[in-house]
């Protein structure tokens, strides 16, 4: 990766150059074999030279959507931020038109991007010490051509170590929130417990980010897993309209859309004090994505012409995937091309966690409105996949290399349902159920090689599910037991994002539905709005579940939904399932209480809770 130098006082004036430009990260293609998506370099520097480019005052300057950290290593993290002079975004699509050339004229594409470039400097130090001395430090500079954004990759670093980090505009005392971020355990380390706060599918307009501000106050976790859908590409209105208000196609569209969603309160405070790993689903780009296209655009001559503003279904992909990339704390790993985001983090001898792109990377074609029974009739086809040849073969490799290392657990962090579960309509194919060779070779590789202790994270689907691992109709399996098992499935709900329509009380019989109909599934739940944190340690998961009454306005209430164990080696959700009590939807072999009982996140006080509403009206 890149270590930015630290640079004395005496150059603090002065205009910068290719190398502080190349030290941020943003700066660069999303792949390193695709050199020719990223910015040229060489002329934004050149441009800085230009007559008339005034640098902006520090005054001028703001930290305008707050600062965040991702993707820890065990001696370096990744931290953002954006410097900017309006919380506007660039409407410059200089980085995604053409072949952007590594060397090129300063024409009029280059002219309406912003010719003044934004010094930051910044450090990172250890937390516990209170100390003011850098462990690690160094310069960037950006611009309009990468919408302001800064990411730069934090080296020399203590394994699972907790640091302070902070940017300060170059020579001012304009400093940025102060956030805390966290390395991981060294590969070979005996850790003995590392907890996550798995999250998915947060609509700005549906509802408040309720989710984010709790798991951030309560700080039970170690790291934030974002499973996709972090932001969504319609055009819904409302109290909490979508900006721009209209579906996405543009650069400046998804810049716009994910400066909306980074400017929610609770989303900065997740941000700020804890090391994101996310992923993406299809609405970071459009709805029921897959290798050429989406549910309303397709790679079609009169898809083009009338689905949308006259911007291919490539070039909406690479629209989305570079504010992608500019906007969130993610590497930008070696890949083969500008959609790989599909990485694997071997954290201690604990666990792998392994994070797949089961919607962008390769997939073959989904449900899109219109084919259902089309998919119902090829699901079953050898050649439909998930992940394409390339990411499933190393997919297989991961996971027996994390078995032949002794890691004790192997984690995946996907998109969708890998579970066989039936719903009251039938199955989705639009999840794993979709792609039944897809999921035969991954069970097969798991049940061939012995692997187990494997637990599937999901979201999606805006409800809860959990269930046991199962390849129905190969192996046996005791729905009463849990025997024949290799893992778990922990699917969680949206942040905001509707979920199953209706009352308590009818989406409990439709979760009884659901648990009548499908033999794996253990728990489910449609009603609540939440998120799950994961513990893991040596001898066992312990996973608890926590839903928002409601997400129709700001509030700080967390009610406990379920707790689920699943022992090393069992390969099975232990028994009684639960303990045999869940808060809420239906519980196979156990009881469902209502009590309402939640937690204030602000004030640390446990009250009885009712709303008579979910969701923000959008209408």
Known sequence: MYLLATVGLAVLSALPTTAFYDGNLNYHSPSRRHPNLGIDIPLVSRRSFKRGAIAFKPSELNFTHGVASGDPYPSSVILWTRIAPSLVSSNSDVTVKGPVPLYNHDTETYIKADANPVCVDWSIRQAASNSTVSVSSGRAYTTGDIDYTVKVEATGLTPFTTYRYQFTVCGSSNKSPEGLTKTAPAENADVNELKFAVFSCSNYP?????????????????????????????????????????????????????GQYRSDPDLQLLSKDFAWIATWDDHEVANNGYRDGFSALNNTEESFCNDGPSISVDQRKMNAVRAYFEWMPIRQVDMDDNLRIWRNFKMGKLMDLIVL????????????????????????????????????????????????????????????????????FGVNGDNWNGYVANRNRTLKHLYDNKIGNNVFLAGDSHQNWVSDLVWLGEKPYDKVTGAGGLGVEFAGTAVSSTGAKGTLTTTDASARKRIDQSSVLQWQDGYYRGYFVMSVRKDKIVTQFFGSPSVATRNAWDLPLANFTVLAGANRLSRPVANGSVETGSLRGGTVKHSNVTLNTQTGLWQKIGFDKMFISTS
């Open 357 to 424: 792109d089961t919607r962008n990377y390769d997939r073959s074609i989904t449900t899109l409105g219109w084919n259902d029974d089309y998919i119902g009739l090829i699901s079953d086809d050898a050649g439909r996949t998930l992940m394409g040849s390339h990411q499933e073969n190393w997919f297989y490799r991961q996971l027996s290399e994390s078995a032949n290392r002794s890691a004790t657990w192997r984690i995946i962090g996907n998109q969708i349902i890998f579970s066989r579960v039936i719903e009251e």
């Open 206 to 258: 549906n509802g408040y980010f309720n989710a984010y501000g709790n798991a951030a106050r309560k700080a039970q976790q170690d790291y934030v897993v974002h499973l996709g859908d972090y932001i969504y590409e319609s055009a819904t209105g409302g109290p909490r309209a979508h900006n721009p208000p209209r579906l996405l196609f543009t650069l400046f569209d998804y810049r716009t859309r994910h």
